[in-house]
């Protein structure tokens, strides 16, 4: 499946009537596990990637660079549909234009663009978003869409304003966002349903939720014109969960074999990492 051929298929899910959750990955092999047990869409944060490129907080310390050469070796190792959050583009509207190239290169099916401001300026309150202008970030999506040259690529307006503007402030934003042309909003951190609805009335467009309140039902989202939830990043929280624990098993002198039950098989990674294709180029190339 080519890089087009996965962003129709996201396409397929944004026209559909169900909701659905992307697999939360970071890297080749976490993306490969996902893709074993049967995900189609995945999703690479932002915050995850500082997280595991960094080992740091996300306070807007990652690059572009760095951000989209993570894409590129996800997108080499697996064929899910990978929707990329990606702040707010790393600047104004021109760098947002870099950021649609280098991503769309990279292979991912949808972009989302945000509309906080970023980094954070000098006295910014602590764990307060502060919002672009609308006509800012409408130029930003305006040229998010010049940049891509595949039409299947997904261009996502992401908007924070529910916590800092309130509904009307969102629906406000949603309205000038989906008037540039956009493909899909995103809505981040609702707290009630009838955010959702009121989204969902103002445009016609598909949405895409994240940090939604565990009290809301799937299909009661899908009814409001949800077609993905995210559902966090518990993955690369188990991952570091798991290393501690075995690196400290083998700290303190334990045997390696008592982690068996812990730990994938011998097979289990010969799957993930596809050594039988290899073994096979090797035989036929090597030899």
Known sequence: MNHTEQRKRLRAILKGSKC??????????????????GYEIGLLAGSVSTNT???????????????????????????LSLIADADNGYGNALNVMRTIQELEHAGVSAIAIEDPVLPMRFGQPEDADELVSIVEMAGKLRAALAA??????????????????????????????????????????P?????????????????????APVSF????LAARGVRVL?????????????LHEVYAHLFIGGAPAELKSKIASAQEMERVIGADQYRK????YLH
């Not at 907080?57 to 697996?78: K, N, V």
């Not at 707290?191 to 940090?211: C, F, N, T, W, Y």
């Not at 995210?230 to 798991?242: R, S």
């Open 148 to 189: 891509r040259q595949d039409p299947a690529l997904v261009i996502a307006g992401r908007i924070a304003a529910l916590g800092v503007e309130g509904t009307e402030g969102a629906v406000a934003r949603a309205i000038a966002y989906a008037a540039t042309g956009i493909d899909a909003i995103f809505v981040t951190k």
């Open 230 to 242: 995210l559902q966090g990043h518990q993955p690369v929280a188990a991952v570091v969960k798991a």
């Open 191 to 211: 707290e009630r349903l009838d955010q959702i609805e009121a989204i969902h009335h103002a445009v016609d467009l598909p949405l895409i939720v994240g940090r």
């Open 217 to 220: 039902g799937r299909e009661d």
């Open 53 to 79: 490129i960094l080992a740091a907080p996300d306070r807007s310390g990652l690059t572009l660079t760095e951000f989209a050469d993570q894409a590129r070796r996800i997108m080499r190792a697996c064929s």
């Open 20 to 37: 659905e959750s992307p697999a939360s990955v970071y890297d080749p092999l976490s993306a490969r596990v996902a893709q074993s047990v």
């Open 281 to 284: 180029w090797q035989r036929e």
